[in-house]
């Protein structure tokens, strides 16, 4: 069995900064691709950031420059740290992984099960 539990996620001023982080448990070989999505009432899941396993990173261009991707291999986690933050990145945040729980086994995506960030004053 495999979980992904986010935490830190809560309630910021506009131009306030957040950190949520994600770590994995469980039955796990190895993890390639970490990443944090969102989803906003009434608005598809979208992608905001993703870090491969040697460390190369992608953002949505809406985040740039603001949102900070990172993973620390030795704990199973991914970050994300959130700067200058608006409200309309307003949402919840998912994190996913692509996690092989076995050496003879195709990896798998994971999701947690999300972690609400409230930009509002």
């Known amino acids: 069995q495999v979980q992904l539990v986010e935490s830190g996620g809560g309630l910021v001023q506009p131009g306030g900064s957040l950190r949520v982080s994600c770590a994995a448990s469980?039955?796990?070989?190895?993890?390639?691709?970490m990443g944090w999505y969102r989803q906003a009432p009434g608005k598809q899941r979208d992608m905001v950031a993703t870090?491969?396993?040697?460390?190369?990173?992608n953002y949505a261009d809406s985040v740039k420059g603001r949102f900070t991707i990172s993973r620390d291999n030795a704990k199973n986690t991914v970050y994300l740290q959130m700067n200058n933050l608006k409200p309309e990145d307003t949402a919840v945040y998912y994190c996913?992984?692509?996690?092989?729980?076995?050496?003879?086994?195709?990896?798998?995506?994971?999701w947690g099960q999300g972690t609400q960030v409230t930009v509002s004053s």
């Open positions: 870090i491969t396993s040697g460390g190369s990173t």
């Open positions: 469980g039955s796990i070989f190895s993890i390639g691709t």
């Open positions: 996913s992984a692509n996690i092989r729980r076995m050496l003879t086994e195709n990896p798998s995506t994971y």
